[in-house]
């Protein structure tokens, strides 16, 4: 499944507005969901159709991250465990648990797909995987 489209503006916290030097206001930066393009239809839970995008993860603290999670009339930051399930390569899925729609390995950003796909064309000596067979 394509990754949902969604994009979200968020100003700089106070904290960094405050830490900033002066005439240097940091500027508010833009953040794209990360989930399945299907998962406003998801009905499972209130902010399943939230958009959500992880901005950190909490490295001193076990499984989590803090996410944005935003729709149309609010933003907000939750910190969120991490999605325990595993692909068959036995890679962890990237996303919150109790995610929406499927697991980070389901979810394809179309533009890095067909930038991908440009280039495996222009040299395809870099994507042996690629080729017809499936490689060598």
Known sequence: MNQCTAVAFLPPPDHVIALSAPGHRPEPGHVLCELGEDHENHENHRDDA??????????????????????????RLAPLPWCRALDPRNDACGLFAGHPSGHSWEVTDPTAEAITRLLAEQHPHLFPERREGGGG
Not at 54 to 71: C, H, K
């Open 50 to 75: 939230d958009h959500a995008a992880m901005l950190w993860d909490e490295g001193g603290r076990y499984g989590g991250a803090v996410w944005a999670r935003w729709n149309g009339e609010r933003t």
